[in-house]
């Protein structure tokens, strides 16, 4: 008897060790509106929601790491500018820097069947920004929901659904087996992590930024030009979210010079600070 009890108690103890592996292997979550990389969870070889350049669907690749190749990682997440439910979101990417402009996620429409059928459908993107017109026939195919695995409210989100007309229980479920599959959700079924791998924050505030030109791609020298009185200080960040470069311009400068040559080749965030909390940032590529 004591046997099978310190048996039991051993295979407790392993379980509970594993349980734990398994919660450090996906520490990311949605905490609020910003920059991430969008990447699966426990995998041997993790892999990111990626846009292919050369074919323009989305798809699962390995981590990019330079620039500007890395932009079609980087995805925006903020609230949908026209939401039809709680907790919807818009994700784009900035792909101005590899010469292609904005791009919006969607539902790919020849995969979805409304009224909401379907048992799998397919998550693609295309060029534009999100439809805030809701009488637009494709109104709602790029609305999205950060949830939690047991519900959608609340800090600390785990887990992406689809939210295209008529459905709402499109989740990523399946994890991709290689590079290149497609990015699919399931109509029901288990809901799989989605690791949201925070980059950059956003503008909670706003100031006047009509008349700022910031130079990029940058060789040594950032520079700013079209500064007021209300930008108090201006850092850059890397992608990790570390400041590697902070200036605080003079009251009576309308532009200013940053020596970037210490820094590595790559992609930045400029962030300019305000009065009041106001601040901006910008994406900026270090040659």
Request: charged fraction near 20%; glycine fraction near 8%; proline fraction near 4%.
């Amino acid at each position: 008897m004591k046997k099978i009890t310190l048996k039991i108690s051993a295979f407790l103890l392993l379980a509970m060790s594993a349980l734990q592996v398994n919660a450090q292997n996906c520490p990311e979550l949605f905490i609020d509106s910003g920059v991430y990389k969008l990447a699966t969870c426990g995998l041997d070889s993790e892999l990111f929601m990626t846009i292919n350049g050369a074919t323009g669907q989305l798809e699962w690749a390995a981590e990019i790491t330079t620039a500007p190749d890395n932009a079609t990682q980087l995805w925006t997440i903020q609230d949908h500018r026209e939401p039809s439910g709680t907790g919807y979101v818009e994700i784009t990417a900035d792909l101005s820097a590899l010469n292609a402009g904005s791009w919006t996620m969607i539902v790919d429409q020849s995969t979805y069947d409304p009224p909401g059928t379907d048992t799998e459908i397919r998550i693609n993107a295309r060029t534009g920004d999100p439809i805030a017109d809701t009488s637009d026939a494709n109104y709602g195919y790029d609305q999205f929901q950060r949830r939690k695995a047991t519900g959608w409210s609340g800090d600390g989100n785990n887990a992406l659904f689809a939210k295209p007309p008529g459905q709402g229980n499109f989740r990523y479920s399946v994890a991709p087996t290689a590079a290149g599959d497609q990015v699919l959700f399931q109509n029901g079924g288990a809901i799989n992590d989605i690791r949201f791998i925070f980059v950059a924050s956003l503008s909670t505030k706003e100031f006047d930024t009509s008349s700022l030109v910031i130079n990029n791609p940058v060789k040594d020298v950032l520079t700013i030009e079209g500064l007021n009185q209300s930008i108090k200080q201006i850092s850059v960040y890397d992608l990790l979210g570390k400041q590697v470069i902070t200036n605080n311009p003079s009251y009576d400068k309308t532009s200013i010079n940053i020596n970037l040559s210490s820094l590595n080749s790559g992609l930045y965030i400029v962030k300019l600070e305000g009065e009041n909390g106001a601040s901006f940032t910008r994406k900026i590529i270090k040659e």
